[in-house]
């Protein structure tokens, strides 16, 4: 079992999380969002981290030329796309694909096989927020997804006290945790980031 932690913002977190296992660190390039971080502060996060550990980006309905520089500025390993981008758009990218599908029911599903992306990941639907609601959804619907396809990473409103059950009950390829680990909207709590890794990394199911 992988988990990512998104929404980093300061390298304290960043090497925290590497220390302790995490396979893979998420930074948000979506201005909007308030886990914003630029593409030159990432930067200087993302060279000082250890090996082994793969750097995200998230962005939301940005242009295909805005992404690819800042694959190049940060030193991105992989983008992860939440908003409507196209399958053409994300064939387009340079590095391994993310795609993100707000889930309000089973019908938000409908769709995914037209994206032939790396890893498809379910978060909770909101009308108005791209991610980081800090709620969860239906797992029956991800439960679903994972008999159809191998590389679903399961999101939304996790932490210590759900992640177990999570797992157990959905058995994803990945978990991605952001607001479920934080002290506030981009400082994450060492003890909580903890306890998320271990709960999943110490999964024998």
Known sequence: MRIKICGITRFEDAHTAANLGVDALGFIFYPQSPRYISAVNAAQIIK???????????????TIERVIEVIKI???????????????????????????????DESDLSNISSYKTAGYLLDTWSPDRKGGTGKVFNWSVAVKACGLYDTVILSGG????????????????????????????????????????????GFKG
Not at 74 to 103: N, R
Not at 166 to 173: D, G, K, L, Q, S
């Open 48 to 62: 000082k981290l250890p090996p082994f550990v793969s750097k995200t980006g998230v962005f939301v309905d940005e």
């Open 158 to 201: 996790l932490g210590p006290t759900n992640l177990l059950e999570a797992i157990e009950v959905v058995r994803p390829f990945a978990v991605d945790v952001n607001s479920g680990v934080e002290i506030s909207p981009g400082i994450k709590s060492p003890a909580k980031m903890k306890e998320a890794i271990s709960i999943v990394k």
């Open 74 to 104: 940060a030193g991105l390993d992989t983008v992860q796309l939440h908003g409507d981008e196209s399958p053409e758009y994300c064939a387009a990218m340079p590095v391994p694909v993310i795609k993100v599908f707000s889930i309000h």
